[in-house]
């Protein structure tokens, strides 16, 4: 039984282990399919809303946002046909170190978007262009303490307006949740395997305010917001003059 009072450390298959191609487009599919259920794009979806209602939006040119760990694209899509019912012209790039889950991000995207997809480190990442928001989805919680303190002022020092960490609460009841209904549901094994260790491996808020006092910002500078079911998640927007 996991200690829930700590983040665990158990490795997710799907970080180290290599299937053919197919094979890893069909667990992203899973995947997103498991976050459509979960509800898992709402808290984006409203961190994006709020800065269109606060004119925090850039005038005269597209918004420009960087999706970290961008897997199968699903929230670059779902932030793009927002930006379209919206009138809210945007680019997005997609950023993942895994050139498969580029590929397959790429064939599920509409032909004519404004979405690019990128295999890369993010870590060894610098765009030579203005960058206004970093959002991740699904990602920090794969990431050591020191790493994701590095994460967090890589998104610091990357965008102008702010940034969004849409991530996975540490509990006991979607740990147990996922390992049964992945199981029942006849999952593939990544999912039976890496969605309860997703859990133990996630946040609780004290966390989170460690981290970011580590990573060199003031308290209050980002705001920590629970959502149902089971998400954590961490937005900063910076003030005009930052």
Same mark, same amino acid.
């Given at each position: 039984?996991p200690?829930?009072?700590?983040?665990?450390?158990? @490795?997710e /298959?799907m970080?180290?282990e290599?299937? +053919?191609?197919?094979?890893?487009?069909?667990?992203?599919?899973?995947l997103?399919?498991? *976050?459509?259920?979960?509800?898992? !794009?709402r808290?984006t979806?409203?961190?994006f809303?709020r800065?269109?209602r606060e004119?925090r /939006? @850039? %005038?005269?040119r +597209?918004l $420009? =946002?960087?999706?970290?760990a961008?897997?199968?694209?699903?929230?670059?899509? %779902?932030?793009?046909r927002?930006?379209? %019912? *919206?009138? =809210?012209e945007?680019?997005? /790039?997609? $950023?993942?170190?895994?050139?498969?889950?580029?590929?397959?991000?790429?064939?599920?995207? @509409?032909?004519?978007r404004p979405i690019t997809?990128?295999?890369a480190?993010l870590f060894d990442?610098?765009?030579?262009?203005? $960058?206004?928001?970093?959002?991740?989805?699904?990602f920090?919680?794969?990431l050591?303490?020191?790493?994701l303190?590095?994460?967090?002022?890589?998104?610091?020092?990357?965008?102008?307006?702010?940034w969004?960490v *849409?991530?996975?609460?540490?509990? +006991?009841?979607? !740990?147990?949740?996922?390992?049964?209904?992945?199981f029942?549901?006849?999952?593939?094994?990544?999912?039976?395997?890496d969605? +309860?260790?997703? $859990?133990a491996?996630a946040?609780r808020?004290g966390?989170?305010?460690?981290?970011?006092?580590?990573?060199?910002l003031?308290?209050?500078?980002a705001?920590?917001?629970?959502?149902?079911?089971?998400?954590?998640?961490v937005?900063?927007? %910076?003030d005009a003059?930052?």
């Amino acid at each position: 039984m996991p200690d829930f009072s700590k983040r665990g450390t158990t @490795p997710e /298959l799907m970080d180290h282990e290599e299937v +053919p191609f197919e094979e890893h487009r069909a667990v992203l599919r899973q995947l997103t399919r498991a *976050n459509e259920l979960s509800l898992a !794009y709402r808290p984006t979806l409203a961190f994006f809303r709020r800065l269109k209602r606060e004119g925090r /939006l @850039p %005038k005269g040119r +597209p918004l $420009v =946002v960087i999706d970290a760990a961008s897997g199968y694209g699903d929230m670059s899509r %779902k932030i793009d046909r927002w930006a379209q %019912k *919206n009138g =809210v012209e945007a680019r997005f /790039l997609g $950023v993942d170190m895994n050139p498969q889950a580029a590929r397959a991000a790429a064939e599920a995207t @509409p032909p004519g978007r404004p979405i690019t997809w990128l295999t890369a480190n993010l870590f060894d990442f610098r765009a030579d262009f203005e $960058v206004d928001i970093v959002m991740s989805s699904l990602f920090t919680h794969h990431l050591p303490g020191p790493e994701l303190v590095g994460f967090i002022r890589w998104m610091e020092e990357t965008a102008r307006i702010g940034w969004i960490v *849409n991530d996975l609460k540490r509990h +006991p009841l979607p !740990y147990y949740f996922l390992k049964a209904a992945f199981f029942a549901t006849r999952q593939h094994r990544f999912m039976r395997h890496d969605g +309860p260790v997703s $859990v133990a491996n996630a946040f609780r808020r004290g966390d989170w305010q460690g981290l970011l006092a580590e990573a060199g910002l003031s308290p209050g500078a980002a705001s920590i917001e629970a959502w149902t079911p089971f998400r954590l998640c961490v937005t900063r927007v %910076k003030d005009a003059t930052s």
